[in-house]
């Protein structure tokens, strides 16, 4: 069965400090892998996806992250941090062939403070 | 271009009532999915539409049901409300061939009392 897990429920991070956000995937073959931001009362923001290829994937706002196959990961990073990306972030898979719908980890809340 | 619109915004409905949420894609995208996000949980997929048939369904109760219109619009009807149907409805809308690049709407908030 499929699952997403994002590990850390809050996170809370000084502004301009670097950021890492975890994402571990279960999943029967390699899947698209994607990551979301939600700011409050707002629908979800694509800030990357990874399809195939280089497995470090560069997406806007100054994030990145990087496909491990080995440890089934897809971590965000950012290397410094600003007060506007204060936010809940979600990890997502879907698969490559069949049907379209993504699956989901539960989030990871971004506190930034000053 | 608009991004994805949904209407209502918020909505308060009791337990038994029915309800119908509207969604408009970005212009050019046929591909509509539903998708449900209890407060502190991650979005779970519940319908997704693509040349007005349904093309993937979630493990979702038969109360809730969706259609896609010939403009790409679609509704998604929830029947015979529950307390737990109570979240964050979003659609989200995506090229033919891109179905995996999804542009979410900013969702209805549904509260069931």
């Known amino acids: 069965a499929q699952s997403v897990t994002q590990p850390d429920i809050h996170i809370t991070v000084s502004e301009g400090a670097s950021l890492e956000l975890r994402c571990n995937y279960s999943y029967g073959a390699t899947p698209y892998l994607f990551w979301y931001v939600q700011s409050p009362g707002q629908g979800l923001q694509l800030l990357l996806k990874?399809?195939?290829?280089?497995?470090l994937v560069q997406g806007i706002k100054g994030f990145e992250a990087e496909f491990k196959r080995s440890q089934s990961s897809f971590n965000l990073r950012k290397p410094s941090v600003h007060w506007s990306d204060a936010a809940e972030y979600f990890c997502a898979v879907g698969p490559q062939t069949g049907a379209n719908n993504l699956f989901f980890g539960t989030g990871t809340r971004l506190t930034v403070i000053p | 271009d608009a991004g994805v619109t949904q209407s209502p915004t918020h909505l308060i409905k009791t337990r038994g009532q029915h309800v119908t949420l509207r969604c408009s894609p970005i212009s050019g995208h046929k591909s509509v999915s539903w998708y449900q996000q209890v407060l502190g949980q991650g979005p779970q997929f519940i319908f997704q539409?693509?040349?007005?048939?349904?093309?993937g369904r979630g493990n979702f109760p038969d109360r809730f049901s969706a259609r896609q219109f010939p403009n790409y619009s679609s509704e998604l009807n929830v029947n015979a409300l529950l307390l737990g149907d109570s979240a964050l409805y979003l659609c989200a809308s995506s090229l033919v061939g891109r179905a995996y690049e999804q542009y979410f709407g900013p969702g209805t908030r549904l509260t069931v009392t």
């Open positions: 539409y693509y040349e007005k048939e349904e093309r």
């Open positions: 990874y399809f195939s290829g280089d497995t």
